[in-house]
């Protein structure tokens, strides 16, 4: 069949290919490899995330004090609002009473000095969510951007050996000529196949990220106006959906 007969033929041609070219081959193999294993376990990531969140934030609006969201915020690590709350719940002194009174319809919220510390506590809690979510995105940075040139180095070595086929058999047929033209297309086509998911990939989750972003700064700004003033049920502050 055609199909298997093209098969055959690019594996005899990685096959027969040179040192340099098996080389190239093998590095970009290693690079498509690790995208695609970087590809699933971040969109896995970002489901838990999703996940966890719904489940946090279920917690936020229904539970009446705030140690049952505190326990649920340490339990669903994953989500990045939950991290926050966490946050702001430690520097708050993380005396489940001393929330509970300026949540719980108390006179006064917070004073503004440690607002302030509050506000900082969730800065650094955002970066660090942040950073978590980004984590081997620039891996699949490097694999978008490199591969291509790092086939197109293959491209030219197997179109040099091609030239250099021509020169010592002195003969410019398709038969001298076509061998080594075809083991430069495949490198370009193995370059091609690493960077086209990893682009893609990156372009996802690099708006998932700025999604998740959106998302915690708006938790913090709710988060401050209910420690600053009083209401009478924290969770009614949360947003409706993520």
Known sequence: MPSDSLSTGILAL???????????????MIFSIVSWALIVEKAFQFRRVRRQTF???????????????HTAARRLRQSPLAQL????????????EVLDKVLDDFDEGLGSDRLEAVHRALRRAAALEVARLEHYLPFLATTASSTPFIGLFGTVWGVMAAFHGIGAQGSASLAVVAPGISEALVATAAGLGAAIPAVIGYNYFVNRVKHW?????GFTMDLLNVLSRPVAKAGRTAKDGV
């Open 14 to 28: 990685v096959w027969n290919s040179g040192p340099i070219a098996k080389f190239v081959l093998f590095v970009l």
């Open 213 to 217: 972003a959106v998302e915690m700064e």
């Open 85 to 96: 709350y966490f946050a702001a719940y430690q520097e708050v002194s993380g005396i489940p």
């Open 55 to 69: 489940e946090f934030l279920r917690v936020f609006r229904e539970a009446r004090r705030t140690s049952v969201v």
